[in-house]
């Protein structure tokens, strides 16, 4: 059994451990959540082998500092061919995309770049094996109000705003483009495809999973089940049951974020009596 359970409490040098609470795991099954120290964003998880024979997705979940600016990534990586790539991508990705000397200018750029480079350095380290392992990912990189969402390959990311899924990046190049395969890599390319936009009081939460939820669930329907609770690990655990109870075949993964705009306006500065004039 591979579930990765370890990847918010095992963030690394690079990032801040994230607080975690509730946190559940049954070997076949985990979820967990955390919320941020402002009140501003909160999170929940959920992974679930399903009805296949071994588990192939790995999520991340990361916050950082970087020139006194906050950043929070948030990532799925859906395996096939074995697990080595998926886990490849939640061990290294996001730790390069901090370290890319561009991250903070240039983030698109950066991410792009990142990703190519991540895939490269899993071909070479997978050269002396027979193995041909490949993975998915849909990422979300929030740096300070904004927002940049990357795909690359089947898994998807649904962007709720006003109560409706009304934005999302999600693989229109799914058999073209993914992570290793290193036998095919004349046909594929890790390059993903990135959508960016300012945080705004719309905004309610995202959804990022593996295509064991998306296979099963639409857009719309992923959203109307993640409102209905309050606390996004509760989301994000009936959005892997109802891919399981509609008869879902694969590994369900899937990371709920929500916004708390309350938080956020009252954080906000007061306008003066001068701006107001």
Known sequence: MMVDSGA???????ANVLPEKDHVQDGDYVSGGWK??????????????????TMEDFYDVKSSK?????????????????????????????ENLMKHPQF?????????????????DFLDAESNTLRDDGSTASTAVL???????????DSRT?????????????GVLAMSRAFGNRLLKQFVVA????????VNDELELLILASDGL??????????????????????????TETAFARGSADNITCIVVRFHHEKMNVDSPSPSAADQN
């Open 8 to 14: 918010v409490a095992e963030a690394g040098a690079a």
């Open 36 to 53: 941020s120290k402002d009140g501003k964003l909160s999170c929940g998880y959920s992974s679930f082998r399903g009805k296949r024979a």
């Open 66 to 94: 970087i020139d006194g600016q906050t950043i929070n990534l948030f990532g799925i990586f859906d395996g096939h061919g074995g697990s080595r790539a998926a886990e490849y991508l939640k061990q290294h990705l996001f």
């Open 104 to 120: 903070m200018t240039d983030t698109k750029l950066a991410i792009s770049e990142t990703y190519q480079k991540t895939d490269s």
């Open 143 to 153: 740096l300070g109000n904004h927002l940049y969402v990357a795909n690359v390959g």
């Open 158 to 170: 649904v962007v709720s705003k006003a109560g409706k899924g009304t934005w999302r990046v999600a």
């Open 191 to 198: 390059e993903p495809e990135i959508q960016e936009q300012d």
């Open 214 to 239: 998306w296979d099963v669930v639409p857009n719309e329907d992923a959203v109307s089940l993640a409102r209905m609770e309050e606390e996004p690990e509760a989301a994000a655990q009936k959005l």
